[in-house]
């Protein structure tokens, strides 16, 4: 049989006619527009949140870190798809190739998929304790909250970025089984992160502002050098009535620290320079494509901060597969 013939079916008049099959780009059609619509890349970001509250709650990933990632993973993604179906007729007129607007896929089954991850999120923080399902229920109302009302009004970007701080905190409070509050600073970095790329991105569609990418990269610099400072609580400390000691040679951990935060920097500064040059809806959308895949180091360098370099150096890892990907599948 010629190479993507079909079975032979038989007709009852003696009429042989091919039956076609299903092959790659039939598979490939039903798939593409749920990677599109639930921005499959950006997943990438999403197994640091939960890794590096571990690492800044102080304690070493187990089980329930699994758990609060596959959480994390279900509630990010249920996001995803309401998001689109509350914005259908908005990208009708904007987006219209986007998956709902263009009839690949439809609005029913958007809003379902959205449930349905919703409780997969949640059922899967009850199996990591009730610390984890103490954090993921309001971070679950955040995410509806803000896709079905918030995300329009001055109060957005604050509720994007506490869904990321929350995201965060799951992971601490999971894997510790207690309080999450060791882990509030490196949440509040990773918020004030997500609330300049959101800010960003409610331009992306129209351009226009070079104010908000010239603000996020003012708090990318400001991110980055917090992250690349060692911890108060590691540096030297001069005994009482002797000379300030001089500075400790860098150990390698400092040098993973550092490099990391700089790769933070590196991935946000230059697209968000570009957008406040010309706040183009192309720039725009580069900004903010640049300022989700640099939460991956982002999140690296708070770990590797916490005093957790493997953590770092994993999370660090998801990053070639996220620009690998991202270059299939757009991240915004």
Known sequence: ?????????????????????????????????????????????????????????????????????????????????????????????????????????????????????????????????????AVAAPLAATVWAYDLGLKRTAAGPAAMAAARSLDLLLGAAATAGGSARPALPAAAALGAHTLAVTAVSRRETQGGSSAFPLAALLATAALARHTARRPAAHRPVAAAGAPTPRTARPSPADALRVALSAGYALTALRPYFHAALNPSPQLTQRAVGGGIRAMIPLQAALSARAGAPATAVLVAALAPAARHFGRKVSVT
């Open 1 to 133: 049989m010629p190479a993507g013939d079909g079975p032979v079916e038989e007709r009852p008049d003696g009429d042989a006619r091919k039956r076609p099959s299903a092959g790659p780009a039939d598979a490939s059609r039903t798939w593409a527009p749920w990677a599109e619509l639930l921005r499959l890349p950006a997943l990438f970001t999403v197994p640091g949140d939960a890794l590096t509250g571990a690492a800044a709650a102080g304690a070493r990933p187990t089980p329930r870190t699994l758990l609060a990632i596959g959480s994390s993973l279900c509630l990010y993604e249920a996001g995803m798809a309401l998001n689109d179906w509350a914005d259908r007729a908005e990208d009708a007129v904007d987006r219209p190739h986007r998956p709902l607007p263009s009839g690949r896929i439809r609005p029913a089954a958007a809003l379902a998929a959205a449930v349905g991850l919703t409780g997969a999120g949640l059922a899967l923080a009850v199996a990591a304790g009730r610390p984890a399902l």
